[in-house]
């Protein structure tokens, strides 16, 4: 049992959003865009013009990130979703919060006419990583950036912690027995080795735990026990450093902390989703199930991000040296 167990549709921190058209991973990530007070800030400078038009994400996100935080405002996310539902996304259809995380931030990159507060949105979550293939032949070494929204970490059956994931990503893995990599040098398929390394990290650090995983067409969730800590340090990215790349990567000893939790509850045919935050200014932790919003403890976030099919999805780390106030 949670040991609050006040049911309030309003905090002074924390605004309820209730649920229209199985809105609950909408309003989850709401709540997580919500505690990320730096994207309001950027959001905040720009003074969208008259001629936007109605279907414009980044003009519906800023409107309701502002009446999230308005007491007298009735229903604050029903423009945006209403401007969802004219994109991709369907209503009453259950939605994967990692997809629709990038839809939205794609979306803002695609149609914020302010070219230079899009850049700074995009600088705010962007994680880059170099992909090196090097041929068990030659010894040549192909090297390709690439730029993510959020870090992709597979989880194994059974136990795992954030830093065991993050090593595995970062593990070196032979491409052998058909999945051979064309090599530029030897003009051919060769075995060779693949590896991902670590270029920078963003202010604003979105992991996502890949629990669902196609198996013959079908998808499961891996409701696996994933531990993490509310503050870790960028030591746990040692294993995905080269010094071969030329890059700004983090330097040693400097500190994210965890601020959002977007959790799964249920299958990966039928679920819902909810958010564990943690507002900037404040060390409280509060749980947002739809409209019910209630403070809890770090020691109840912990527990129920891993309690059967409760389960941490994505997980939103904030640097510290970003804001010393954070
Ligand atoms: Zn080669």
Known sequence: MLRVNRELTYLEEVRGLFN??????????????SATT?????????????????????????????????????????????????????????????????????LIQKQMPDRCLAQEIRSLYEIKVETQVKCSHCASVQRMPTSLFSLPLAICEGGNTLESCINSFFQLQNL???????????????????????????PILCV?????????????????????????????????QSENVANDSPRAGEHYSLYAVIVHIGSAMSGHYTAYIRPFQDQAWYYADDNHVQPVTWSDVQQYTYKGSSTAYLLLYRKKSWNSSG
Request: net charge negative; charged share 25%.
């Open 176 to 202: 052998v027995d058909g999945e051979e990599w064309f090599c530029d040098q030897c003009e051919k398929k060769q075995p060779s080795t693949h590896e991902l390394k670590l270029v920078s990290l963003p």
């Open 20 to 33: 229209d058209s199985l809105s609950c991973c909408v309003n989850a990530l709401l709540q997580s865009f």
């Open 38 to 106: 730096e994207l309001l800030d950027i959001l905040n400078k720009w003074n969208p013009s008259d001629r936007i038009e109605r279907s414009n994400i980044p003009l519906h996100l800023k409107n309701t990130l502002l009446a999230m935080r308005d007491v007298s405002h009735p229903d604050p996310h029903v423009d945006f979703l209403d401007s969802l539902y004219r994109h991709t996304i369907r209503r009453y259809t259950q939605q994967d919060a990692d997809e629709i995380f990038h839809i939205i931030l794609n």
């Open 208 to 240: 996502h735990l890949k629990r669902f995983r196609n198996d013959r067409g079908f998808t499961r969730k891996l409701n696996s026990k994933v531990t993490f800590l509310e503050t870790f340090s960028t030591d746990v990215f040692a294993a995905g």
